[in-house]
């Protein structure tokens, strides 16, 4: 049973690129949380997700950021018109169910990005 | 999810327990006490949690003391793969469905 899968590892982009991070939740997972670290800090709470839904935004910023979990496929996160700010590790963690559940989160190896 | 206070950095040496701290003195009744840790380059790893009761697992023990305002993770023989930061995290079951609320955990250092 694979663990929560991240993709690219490393990415690097030049600023005002895009940068999209993909994310398969364990097999059986249907919930999805995304976190970003950055250098020397601890991680933040961005985004939960249920298929096809989102259900908490509050640690994402407004602008430039969007994240989706398709019926079908992988969670993406995607960053528009990125910045030097936004270099940092994104990491994706699944759960099997998310009301009252009181279990683990299983985490992904995260996406490293760097803005040059 | 309500706050933890853990210390900043702990040093121990190999094969010696480790007990690591956490204060949550404002822990409600439906808040369940997590643990995680952060291997270098790695994404978090689940540790043990519990709610009252002490736990054991293959990994550690969790001691929650009697009031739930405080509880320690034990390592029973640490080894230098344990050095990581350790994440002490409340989590309530009253009915959100958010995700795990990170502070800064403790940066654990292991000598051999």
């Known amino acids: 049973n694979a663990g929560v899968m991240q993709n690219p590892r490393h990415l690097v982009r030049r600023r005002g690129q895009e940068a999209r991070l993909r994310c398969s939740p364990m097999?059986?997972?249907?919930?999805v949380y995304w976190y970003r670290q950055l250098p020397e800090e601890g991680l933040k709470f961005m985004v939960y997700?249920?298929?096809?839904?989102?259900?908490?935004e509050s640690g994402m910023p407004k602008e430039r950021f969007s994240a989706e979990f398709p019926k079908e496929g992988p969670s993406i996160l995607r960053i528009q018109q990125v910045v030097r700010g936004d270099s940092a590790a994104y990491f994706c963690?699944?759960?099997?169910?998310?009301?009252?559940?009181?279990?683990?989160?299983?985490f992904g190896e995260g996406s490293r990005l760097t803005v040059l | 999810d309500a706050k933890t206070t853990q210390p900043n950095s702990m040093e121990s040496n190999e094969e010696e327990p480790v007990h690591l701290p956490c204060n949550h003195s404002?822990?409600?009744?439906?808040?369940?006490i997590h643990w995680y840790r952060q291997l270098p380059s790695q994404g978090p790893e689940y540790v043990i949690h519990?709610?009252?009761s002490n736990v054991n697992n293959r990994m550690a023990s969790l001691a929650i003391a009697e009031d739930r305002k405080s509880s320690t993770l034990i390592l029973h023989r640490a080894t230098l793969r344990d050095a990581a930061v350790y994440y002490c995290?409340?989590?309530?079951?009253?009915?959100?469905?958010?995700?795990?609320?990170f502070g800064k955990g403790t940066h654990l250092i292991i000598q051999p």
């Open positions: 963690a699944s759960s099997p169910r998310a009301l009252g559940y009181t279990g683990e989160l299983f």
């Open positions: 097999k059986g997972h249907s919930h």
């Open positions: 519990g709610l009252t």
């Open positions: 995290i409340l989590r309530d079951s009253g009915g959100g469905a958010d995700g795990l609320t």
């Open positions: 404002t822990i409600s009744g439906t808040d369940y």
């Open positions: 997700l249920q298929k096809e839904n989102i259900i908490d």
